[in-house]
């Protein structure tokens, strides 16, 4: 595979610390670190520390919330990575979710397809450096210009899960961004997309040979996020709506201990890669072959001390 990516910053490990965790990834034979934006750090500052710490890394946003900024702002952080970085930056955008959103950043939750439509429009335009003075269904920008003006614009990349957003991505943006999905399920989600576009994947990975150990941490993922409504209504579009009925159920009844055993173990086997280092990257192979272009694992507690998982998933020790 060309590209070969992991989710930063690691918890655990100060912001300071990554500097020389970033050196060790270039040399590992890692090309892309991916930043997400929930309750931790935020989606660029750990990028900055990536893009002085190495001249080769790639470095994107997998993603930061359209809400959560106004127009402007996003524009100018963007183009604040993209020159620090500049043909190493990838902008990843998305609606996020009604928990971030609302609960967390008290925005309201509306028309997430039109406002991460009308922000991807509004970037390619202001990203150019050219003035922006629009009227778009979801906001107004008037007279917004970038203070500095970018040799080369960064991709923007859509987060998208069922057809409307895969086909936005495809339609309007560079490529779309992946999440909790099987390796099999690429197979459906790719052709919504569309042709000659990049496809992010972030793929969760908890690498040990102890299965059980590897399904209780896995578990405990999918729960947090399956029980979303966005990604609740990803997984009955994918056909897994059956075996995550009993989940749901215990969940609204606020049976978090039910819930938690009531995820089959082949479903957590297919959204969470597990098993020995090299079980693991034949298993994120899979992804690639089903039409991911740049897999991005997200390592999740339970496995072996971070820096021997770092080294043991890397590309160069295949």
């Known amino acids: 595979m060309d590209r070969y990516g992991i989710t930063v910053p690691f918890d655990d490990v100060s912001l300071a610390e990554h500097i020389s965790w970033y050196q060790r990834l270039d040399e590992l034979g890692y090309t892309d670190v991916w930043t997400g934006e929930a309750n931790s750090a935020d989606g660029f500052t750990p990028l900055a520390l990536a893009a002085v710490a190495s001249d080769r890394l790639q470095l994107g946003t997998a993603v930061v919330p359209v809400y959560t900024r106004g127009p402007g702002l996003l524009a100018m952080q963007a183009a604040t990575m993209a020159e620090l970085a500049p043909g190493r930056f990838a902008l990843g955008v998305g609606s996020s979710s009604d928990v971030i959103v609302e609960r967390w950043n008290a925005t309201p939750f509306l028309e997430p397809y039109k406002r991460v439509r009308d922000t991807v429009r509004f970037l390619r335009a202001a990203l150019t450096g050219d003035k922006v003075d629009a009227e778009y269904e979801t906001f107004t920008v008037r007279g917004f210009r970038l203070g500095r003006r970018l040799e080369q614009p960064p991709p923007i990349y859509v987060a998208a899960l069922r057809p409307g957003m895969l086909r936005l991505a495809g339609r309007e943006a560079d490529g779309a961004i992946l999440n909790w999905l099987s390796a099999e399920d690429v197979s459906k989600v790719v052709p919504e997309v569309g042709p000659g576009k990049a496809i992010v994947a972030r793929i969760f990975v908890c690498p040990t040979e102890d299965a059980d150990r590897a399904r209780y941490v ?55 890669v597990h098993g020995s280092p090299a079980e693991c990257r034949a298993h994120v192979q899979r992804y690639v072959d089903n039409g991911v272009t740049i897999p991005v694992l997200a390592v999740l507690p339970g496995g072996d001390d971070l820096a021997k998982v770092v080294e043991n998933l890397a590309p160069r020790s295949a």
């Open 218 to 272: 896995g578990r405990i993922g999918i729960a947090a996020y399956l029980n979303v409504a966005v990604y609740a209504a990803f997984h009955e579009w994918l056909g897994r709506g059956p075996q995550l009925e009993a989940m749901w159920t215990a969940w609204r009844a606020g049976d978090r201990k039910a819930a938690l055993a009531a995820i089959p173990d082949d479903v957590v086997d297919a959204l969470v």
